[in-house]
Structures are given as C-alpha cells and as structure tokens.
C-alpha cells in the first residue's frame, strides 16, 4: 500500500504524506490491540470480536496466560459485578459463561502445561428428590470459569453419593442444589452422614436454590449459602481461602 | 386443533415460596389470606392454588388450615399443590365443595405418588403431571413428549379419566437457553398431536425469568401457548392486561359464543389495560 501511495504521481506531496500518517495510525492502531481491549469487548458481550480478538492477540504473540487472566476472566468478572448490580440481566451472564467457555477453547493449546493447580475441586449437584439442573448448571460454570475443578454429579443424587463422590475425588467442597421445601432436609442429611462417618472436617459445605437461605444453611450445619452463581465463586473463594 | 377444553385460569398467588404469603402461613394470618383469596376470585380465577410448604413449618397442618380458611371466603375450587402427599391426603379431608386438582406428581414414580393417584381416582379430581423423571428436566421436546405419554399411559390406565389428567410440559427462562421457547412450543405441537384428550397445564411466567419486562415476555407467550393448545394457566390473575388478553384469546378460538364476554368484559371496562 506505502508503495501504491507514493507512486501515485498525481497526488500533492500533502496529500501523499497525509495518506502515509493515514497508514500509519491504522497501522498503529492495529497494533495497540491490548488486554484491556480483549476484557472491554468481552464485557460488551460482543462475541464474535471477543473470538477474533483472542486469536489476533495469540497471533501477535501476546503471553496466552495473560490474554485469559487479563482478558478473559477479567472480562467474567466485571460481567458478573454487572450482574450482581442488575445492570446486566441472567441472560448476559449466561452468554457471558458460553462465550469464556468458547475463549477459553482457542487458547488452551497455547497455554502451558501446568499453569498452577486448580483452585479447588468442587462436587455440584442436586439432592435426591431434585430434579433442577439449570440453577448448578450455571454455578458449574461459574466455578470452571473462576479456575475450579468442577465434578456435576446431576440431578435426584442419594445423600450417599455426594459423600462417595466427594471422597473419590478427594473434593475440598460439596455443593448441593435444592428448590422444594421438601427436598432441602437432604442437605442435612449430607451433613450427617460426614459427621457419623467422621469426615466432617475434610470438606465445606454449600447449598443453593431458591427456597436456601443462608440461616438454613447455618441450621443444617453447612457452611454456606448463595443466592446466585456470582456469589456462589465468591463463597468458594472465600471457603478456601482464596478471596 | 379443537380448543375442546374451555381455558382455566389458576390464581398463582397463595403460595408459601413468595415471601408475602410464606408471612401469613408462619404467623397464620387468617385475614391476609382470606384476602388474597376474594381479590384473585374478584379478578377472574376460576380456581385457587394453595401451596403450603414453609420449611421448618407444619405443613400438614398449614394446607389444610390454608384450604378451610380459604373455602370460608369463596366457592372456588382449589389446586392443592404440595411435593408431601401426606399433606395433600390430609387437605383433602377438610376440603369441601367442587373436585379440586391435586398438584402435583413427576415421571420419577416416588414414593406417595401412587397413593396421589388412586386419591385422584376415586375422588375423581384433577391430577397434575410434570414433564420431568429421574433425569431431570430434559431440554428436548421429544424427550419430555416421552414423559408424558408414559404418564398418560400410567395414570389413565389406573382409571383416571383423560380430562381429569393436567399435563405441565414445563415452562423453562429463556434467559437460559435461547432455545427453550421453541423447545416448549414445538412439544405443544406434539402433545396436541400425540395427546389430545389430555389437559395442558403451565406456569407460564417461568419463561420470563430473569428477563426486563417480564410482563411483554408472558403476553406475548400466553397467546402463542393458546394457540397451540394450551389451556390450564397458573398465573397471576391480578394481573388485569393478561386477563384481557385471556379474553380476547377465548374469543379467537371459538370459546366465547359471539365474543360476549369479550364485549361485556369491555362495557365494563375490564378491557382497558392502559392502566
């Protein structure tokens, strides 16, 4: 192009170097593609330059720890503060959460090998007599996206199997789901069951769902309750130590 | 489509999981329910869901207290909706007067269901069945059409009577999953095909949830759900432009007899939604 423009005689010497600055500053501008673009566009929801733009800065050679931490999970977080002030509704959270997921896939085989431990292995599901998914389904989410290792065990899961699992997979927390008054006593059950079995103190305890509370979740003996998947990651990090 | 089953309008709002009435159930405040009950009956419901279930409550004793304060203030027949069967068994003795529905049972065949069956049968009531099993929810429509024909399959060959069968194909957000508008739409197709002469129940707001403006999404679903033959509603009738579009939708499928209810409905002014 510079050489297409300065051979074209018949334009001025001004109008010729006003195009090379034109060049320039696109050239400059492509350029400055920097994290924090990558976390804006991601915050805008706006997918398909959320992708192109986390492939053109791998391309660009830019460190793919830093792309997920400064852009990605940035990006997550400020869409879930978003969230928690109601200026962003769950609709967006959950575009948000499939579009980290899809960001996260290009970047993966540019990522090293071991970029740390997991922040913790969680174990989700919903008690026995509970059949809603969507609610954990999104806490799943939520968690992977934060850097957990998340096992969803599914739905109408016997009390048994939450502490089978949990050993299996040497899990630090047991998250259960629970959306009927009827179905919640299981959580306690849970409780139980690592009290009689002495292994209490191995694992933390959360429970969600619409009709949990977090006076419920002290009473069954657990060790917290969230209202949403934002605050749920924020109750594992703080469980674990990691807020 | 044959719109054979005139549409039934369930007030929603007597129900212990909105913090209001979980007040009034805890503290059994007979006036506040007694109140909520003539203003849904004042607003055009056909019938009353009461749903009991505080946890750390009675609720044995609540339902059954709920259903004779209830019945005390109006005639309306009731929906008795609980997950515990001892509770609906015992609401069932206190109730008095027209055949109430009894909400709900799942495909997960648990314990109780069967006892909530044949109650239904020899009572000869209503009977509503979620679109769910052991699996959960599933988000295909095939799935969930397989759930309830086997629950159709179940319930009527225990002699429940078709009519009396309320099948609920599950209303899910939007907001999580772009496609579960369709999804539901397109197995409301298949159960008017597949599964005539059983009812159509729904709580159909869920699909609105976590979304602005709650109130266009349900408006403008209520009619399409009608549409494909949808026509036993849990909602809120205290809700006077959805009760409007109620009527104009009983007259655009043939259930009202030269549109006059609709055109009472507007001498009254009951058809001014503006408000």
């Known amino acids: 192009m510079i050489r297409s423009v300065l051979t074209t005689r018949s334009l001025s010497s001004n109008k010729i170097i006003f195009q ?224 | 489509m044959q719109y054979k089953h005139k549409l039934l309008y369930i007030g929603e709002s007597l129900n212990a999981s909105i913090p209001k009435i979980k007040e009034a159930v805890t503290n059994h405040d007979d006036e506040a329910i007694k109140a909520l009950a003539k203003r849904q009956e004042e607003c055009g419901a056909h019938m009353l869901d009461l749903n009991a279930a505080v946890s750390g409550q009675n609720e044995v004793e609540d339902l059954a207290w709920m259903v004779e304060l209830v019945q005390s203030v109006t005639d309306l027949p009731l929906v008795l909706d609980s997950s515990s069967p001892e509770a609906i068994q015992t609401a069932l003795k206190v109730y008095k007067g027209a055949t109430p529905i009894i909400s709900s049972i799942t495909g997960e065949w648990g314990e109780g269901h069967d006892d909530l069956l044949s109650l239904a049968v020899e009572n000869d009531c209503g009977l509503v069945a979620m679109c769910m099993d052991k699996e959960g929810i599933s988000n295909s429509a095939e799935k969930r059409l397989r759930v309830a024909e086997s629950l159709y399959e179940k319930t009527t060959t225990a002699g429940l009577k078709p009519e009396n069968l309320y099948i609920d194909p599950l209303v899910m957000t939007i907001s999580a999953d772009t496609v579960a508008g369709v999804a539901f739409l397109n197995l409301m197709r298949m159960m008017d095909k597949n599964l005539p002469d059983a009812r159509k129940f729904c709580g159909a707001s869920n699909v609105s949830y976590g979304m602005p403006l709650r109130k266009l999404i349900n408006h403008t679903f209520i009619p399409m759900i009608v549409a494909l033959g949808m026509d036993a509603f849990l909602v809120n009738v205290r809700d006077q432009g959805l009760m409007a579009i109620f009527k104009a939708c009983a007259a655009l499928i043939g259930q009202d007899e030269w549109s006059m209810q609709y055109i009472t409905a507007f001498r009254e002014g009951k058809l001014d939604v503006k408000k």
Do not use: W
């Open chain 1, 20 to 243: 090379v600055l034109v060049f320039l500053s696109h050239k400059f501008q492509e350029a400055k593609l920097d994290i924090n673009q990558i976390k804006e566009t991601f915050v805008k929801l706006q997918s398909e330059d959320a992708k192109s733009q986390v492939q053109a800065a791998l391309d660009e050679g830019m460190d793919p720890v830093e792309i997920l931490n400064g852009g990605i999970i940035a990006g997550l977080q400020e869409v879930g503060k978003k969230f928690e002030e109601e200026v962003y509704f769950l609709a967006e959270l959950m575009m948000a959460g499939k579009l980290g997921e899809a960001c996260i896939e290009i970047i993966t085989p540019h990522l090293p090998e071991n970029t740390g431990p997991a922040k913790g292995v969680v174990i989700l599901g919903a008690v026995e007599g509970d059949l809603h998914d969507i609610g954990y389904s999104l806490v799943a989410s939520q968690l992977k996206l934060a850097g957990y290792k998340v096992h969803v065990v599914g739905v109408n899961v016997p009390s048994m199997k939450f502490v089978e699992k949990a050993q299996e997979l040497n899990a630090d927390i047991i998250g259960m789901s629970a959306f009927l008054v009827t179905t919640i006593p299981n959580c306690a059950e849970v409780v139980k069951y690592l009290v009689d079995m002495n292994i209490r103190d191995k694992y933390k305890v959360i429970i969600g769902g619409a009709e949990t509370s977090a006076e419920k979740a002290e009473s069954m003996g657990c060790d917290g309750q969230a209202e949403n998947a934002v605050e749920a990651v924020k109750l594992c990090d703080r469980l674990l130590g990691h807020a």
